[in-house]
């Protein structure tokens, strides 16, 4: 790890300020930010402490939950407000390991970065490190990588739990930058790699992610989490699926599903939600749903069972909904 400055920041505005060079990250947690350092993975000049800002609370209204960017997972997870959305809560314990929960902050979750291996050694060639350097995982060891949204220049899969339960929420991510305050919806939020995968937000520079709003579910609506990984604990998602579905007579009548695991992004398939609005949920529609989210899928050498098991996954958790 290379030398670096450190400042520890009194205030939101402050810490824009701070992090206005462009070698410049935020710490809160650390849990992600300090391996990459430590791998030679990142360098930043200048780390700016934002954990112990007035951004760690969890507000509810009628009209939904705003989770404060510096709480910390397993608070999040605790709190009676989350516990009420089960898919949020459960993503939120399906995350790292109770340990990782009790330091992580929401804002460094959302941020987290791909845990590519490629990515993660930093004597490989990675475009989403150095970009033009190339993607050895295109023809190479690809079992965790992308069969959704990825292009020449990168398919690496985004590894955030949270941030596919938030995007089947319509989840809006509020940030403090230098000219003010601007809400993005969770759904612009990540971006498609591209011929840029070093760009992976719609973040600027500097830019501080100061909270999370998740509007309150509708009455009727049923909500859960699914993640299916190599072991039980402390593992990232090999598919996961987030569904938010309302009933009525019998009848899709609203859903939206996101998909971890399988995408560059928390990946939203406005497709399988269609096959199973105004139709009877049975076993059958789930698995057009399914059929419907992996039509475009480019599979690779080791990744293509993803493509069935993502389809499995979809089946077995719209199959609980009651």
Known sequence: MRDFAYARAAGPQ??????????ARYVAGGTDLLNLMKDGVQE??????????????????????????????????ADPAVTAIPVLAEALLAGASPQVRNMASIGGNL???????YFRDATAPCNKRAPGSGCPALDGVNRWHAVLGGSEHCIAVHPSDLAVALTALDATVNTLRGDGERSIP???????????????????????????????????????YLKLRDRATFEFAVVSVAAVVRLAGGVVREARLAFGGIGTRPWRSPEAEAALVGRPLTAATAQAAGRALVRDAVPRRHNAFKVDLVQRALTQLLGGVR
């Open 44 to 77: 930043p000049d200048l780390l700016v402490d934002v954990g112990a800002l007035d951004l760690a609370g969890v507000q509810s209204s009628p009209e939904g939950v705003r989770i404060g960017a510096t709480a910390r997972m397993s608070d999040v997870a």
């Open 186 to 224: 969770v759904g612009e939020f990540y971006l498609l790699p591209g011929s840029t995968p070093d760009r992976e937000t719609a973040l600027h520079p500097g830019e501080l992610i100061t909270s999370v709003d998740v509007p309150t579910p509708g009455r009727g609506t049923w909500s859960r």
């Open 14 to 23: 402050e810490a824009v300020q701070l992090a206005a060079p462009p070698h």
């Open 111 to 117: 941020l987290q970065r791909t845990r590519c291996w």
